[in-house]
């Protein structure tokens, strides 16, 4: 928007800079891992990957081999059919899982991704929908004198400055969870090699829980985005009446208000997932 009211100005930069925000929250959100910043990060994961998956199967032969000791009293007990045939599968099972476990962790993303795109699909909002400042604001900005416009400098530098604060903090917290996605996938063979011996299973499903409750988290984010797409397409009412100064804080109070619940529900994305879940 071009004005050369500096209030204006600033006040249209701060929403468009949040925009900015929202609308690269979307993208992270239904961006795959290898396509993600080129797929250079992607590359750095698998080699990561393939280089710990030797170190899970050896890691998978000890959990094997502690699990029959804790789960075998004699061996007389190991060499009963059903016993050894229930060994086998649990060391097959486990085998599979380390070797592909990319594999799985893929699908569970891509299963995450869809219901992220379900979500945005059925709410029908759009990157591109924000928040905007109304004409009447502008105009009454506009027409300010000089002593008028003193404690409006005030009311935006501090409103502009609390919306490039929570703006920061939301992307901050969603590049958080993609980096967090890289993690559990890079280090997967290692925590799924547990699941060779029954006493150390629980950490394997504590892992897999665990990155289930990350991918789940972009429907929590996603969501809460749509309604605060919604709620800032409602903004509240303005009395025109009323001086420049109180117009802005009433309309962008409100909105900042708005973007702290937005932003303190994504920050509690993983709390909210393990209640709802029970992860």
Do not use: H
């Not at 930069?13 to 795959?32: G, R, V």
């Not at 969603?174 to 090699?193: C, E, Q, T």
């Not at 420049?244 to 509690?268: E, N």
């Amino acid at each position: 928007m071009a004005t050369d009211n500096w209030v204006v100005e600033n006040l249209v930069n701060a929403l468009e800079d949040w925009q900015e925000k929202l609308t690269e929250i979307w993208q992270l959100l239904t961006t795959s891992p290898e396509a993600f910043r080129g797929g250079g990060i992607w590359q750095a994961v698998v080699a990561v990957y393939e280089a710990l998956t030797a170190i899970g199967l050896s890691l998978l032969v000890l959990f094997f081999v502690m699990g029959v000791v804790r789960t075998c009293a004699s061996v007389a007990e190991m060499k009963r059919p059903e016993q050894a045939v229930k060994l086998f599968i649990r060391f097959a099972l486990a085998k599979a899982a380390v070797t592909y476990g990319m594999d799985l962790m893929l699908a569970v993303m891509e299963i995450g991704q869809g219901m992220v795109s379900q979500v945005l699909k059925a709410a029908g909002v759009s990157a591109g929908s924000g928040v905007t400042l109304p004409q009447s604001i502008i105009t009454a900005i506009e027409d300010c004198g000089l002593l008028e416009s003193i404690p409006l400098w005030v009311v935006t530098l501090i409103c502009s400055l609390a919306i490039t604060v929570l703006g920061f903090i939301l992307i901050l917290t969603v590049y958080g969870r993609f980096f967090k996605i890289y993690l559990y996938m890079g280090l997967s063979p290692v925590a799924l090699s547990a699941f060779a011996g029954q006493p150390s299973q629980s950490v394997g499903l504590s892992f897999l829980k665990a990155y289930a409750g990350v991918c789940l988290e972009g429907v929590i984010i996603a969501f809460s985005c749509v309604i605060f797409s919604l709620f800032a397409s409602a903004p509240p009412q303005v009395d025109a009446s009323a001086s420049a100064v109180t117009q802005v804080w009433t309309y962008i109070g409100s909105l900042i208000f708005d973007m702290l619940i937005l932003v303190g529900t994504i920050k509690a994305s993983s709390i909210i997932v393990r209640e709802m879940m029970g992860l």
